[in-house]
């Protein structure tokens, strides 16, 4: 039985991760920097380990086949070197599959996280271990995140209503993860992206009536170069819109 060693395993993705894997049988651990996962983690066995200090990580390595990267907080430190500290303790200790999840377009929108997520990119691809890495579109959650954040004004919401964006389920991400597991190294793979692409203003509005709240939205123009990308459908894959689950099913759900 292979054992499963899944980085940010108390995240949102994480977890997802952690408990189908458990479900399809395999030996999972989750790791974070915490000392306990909280309540709601699937029950599988926790290890703790830093990325940034590298404290715990030839622990939480050792004897794992196969390493889930799900970890990261978008900065150079906790991401790219926190990456290459996972990549060095798992080459020594014998990991056979290295599964890293990034982000669709991050090749054509430029912006910081996503250079930071192609970096990652290249040191997995040549860390000497076998690797599959896939790239998903914008989670569902991660968009709730921010509206709720911008509608803590009274009366209007302020927001750009002209950027191209393609939801998927984290649900579903982490499901394809764990067929990834379970086909083996795969280089890198098809893309994968929610059922329909929006426009920011269209899932402000779908969100807006799901929540039962009243606001003038108030468009804003974003400039700069991640934006023109984000406008032109950069960060978009309707050709592999393999997610089912569209935004207005997810909040209804949620």
């Not at 590298?54 to 926190?82: K, N």
Request: proline share 4%.
């Amino acid at each position: 039985m292979q054992h499963i060693l899944v980085t940010g395993g108390a995240g949102r993705l994480g977890s997802l991760v952690v408990k189908h894997l458990s479900a399809a049988g395999y030996r999972v651990h989750g790791m974070s920097r915490r000392a306990s996962p909280g309540e709601d983690w699937p029950g599988a066995e926790w290890k703790q380990a830093d990325l940034v200090t590298g404290e715990g990580l030839s622990r939480a390595v050792q004897g794992m086949d196969v390493v889930v990267h799900t970890a990261g907080q978008g900065t150079w430190q906790v991401d790219f070197e926190g990456t290459r500290r996972l990549l060095d303790a798992a080459r020594l200790a014998g990991v056979s599959h290295v599964v890293y999840i990034s982000i669709m377009g991050i090749d054509r929108v430029l912006y910081n996280y996503g250079k930071v997520k192609l970096a990652c990119e290249d040191l997995i691809e040549h860390s000497g271990i076998s690797w599959s890495i896939l790239r998903a579109t914008q989670f569902h959650y991660l968009i709730e995140l921010m509206l709720h954040k911008l509608t803590r004004l009274p009366l209007v919401l302020l927001v750009p209503t002209d950027l191209l964006l393609q939801p998927v389920a984290e649900e579903e991400v982490a499901g394809r993860l764990c067929e990834i597991v379970q086909a083996g190294p795969s280089g890198r793979l098809p893309d994968m992206g929610g059922p329909q692409v929006y426009t920011s203003g269209e899932l402000a509005r779908i969100w807006l009536k799901q929540h039962g709240m009243h606001r003038i939205i108030l468009p804003i123009f974003l400039p700069g170069k991640t934006a023109r990308g984000l406008r032109q459908g950069g960060n978009t894959c309707p050709q592999q819109a393999t997610g089912t689950i569209s935004w207005e099913a997810w909040l209804q759900h949620h």
